[in-house]
């Protein structure tokens, strides 16, 4: 076998890993996806590869170190994979990295990065009208960091159009994303906007859309969970704790 083949049979094997562990991602199970997205990463790394599939496994490591609570190595490969979108021309594909690394500034306690990072995700996908069944979870993001610091006519407004972009786009996770953050809203009862019924409607509109589709967010869940425990309805609290579980 010449050398030239040899490099593309291990190529050919990278890719193989790469979508395993994305595979494994989606599935909920870490251990085995981080085995072979290291060895997809290691094999790219051999042969000199920075391409679209390289991004793709450095962005669902991140994931994999956030799911984990390693944020600092999640925060390093969310990078890359954003870096690499850019350079292979994927403009979409960077956007999403973008938002998660926005989530992992969040988690870190760097809400004023994290927040620029949402809005420069946001203005990726909007620069090219973007249909991406993610292309929502920037904005809403923001309008979520914007309702905790007290801005709740800017938060409605955002969470908003996120919701009706979502809906345009027929993406389910937008859609939940948005309906969580809304019913979070107008359950905060240092809002003006204060209204624990309308904020339950967009709770289980978000909750039924998931029964419907077959895929519930745990996002929901937990939110549904929260708002049943803040209004002391202990027994609908369980059973969402233990759904989402």
Excluded: C
């Excluded at 291990?10 to 994305?22: E, F, K, V």
């Excluded at 850019?86 to 979409?92: L, N, R, S, Y």
């Excluded at 549904?224 to 989402?244: G, M, N, P, S, V």
């Amino acid at each position: 076998m010449s050398e030239a083949e040899h490099a593309g049979l291990l190529s050919q094997l990278a890719r193989t890993l790469s979508a395993m562990g994305s595979a494994y991602v989606a599935d909920q199970r870490p251990k085995d996806g981080l085995t072979e997205l290291l060895v997809a990463l290691d094999l790219y790394k051999k042969l000199e590869i920075n391409d679209w599939y390289v991004a793709e496994t450095n962005l669902n490591l991140a994931i994999l170190h956030d799911l984990g609570h390693d944020h600092t190595q999640a925060i390093a490969y969310a990078q890359r994979s954003k870096d690499l979108f850019e350079v292979a021309g994927d403009i979409a594909e960077a956007a999403r990295a973008e938002n998660v690394l926005g989530v992992l500034f969040e988690k870190t306690g760097d809400l004023d990065r994290a927040l620029v990072t949402y809005q420069q995700a946001h203005a990726r996908f909007r620069h090219v009208r973007s249909t991406h069944t993610f292309a929502t979870l920037p904005l809403a993001n923001a309008a979520n960091l914007l309702r905790q610091r007290g801005d709740s006519a800017a938060a409605l407004e955002m969470l908003t159009e996120a919701l009706n972009q979502s809906i345009a786009n027929n993406s389910t996770a937008g859609q939940s994303q948005a309906n969580a953050f809304l019913g979070s809203l107008y359950d905060q009862e240092d809002s003006p906007l204060y209204d624990p019924q309308k904020a339950e409607t967009y709770l289980m509109e978000g909750y039924t859309l998931g029964l419907e589709r077959r895929t519930i967010s745990p996002l929901i869940l937990e939110h549904l969970a929260r708002y049943y425990e803040h209004h002391k309805d202990y027994e609908r609290a369980l059973r969402f704790i233990k759904e989402l579980y």
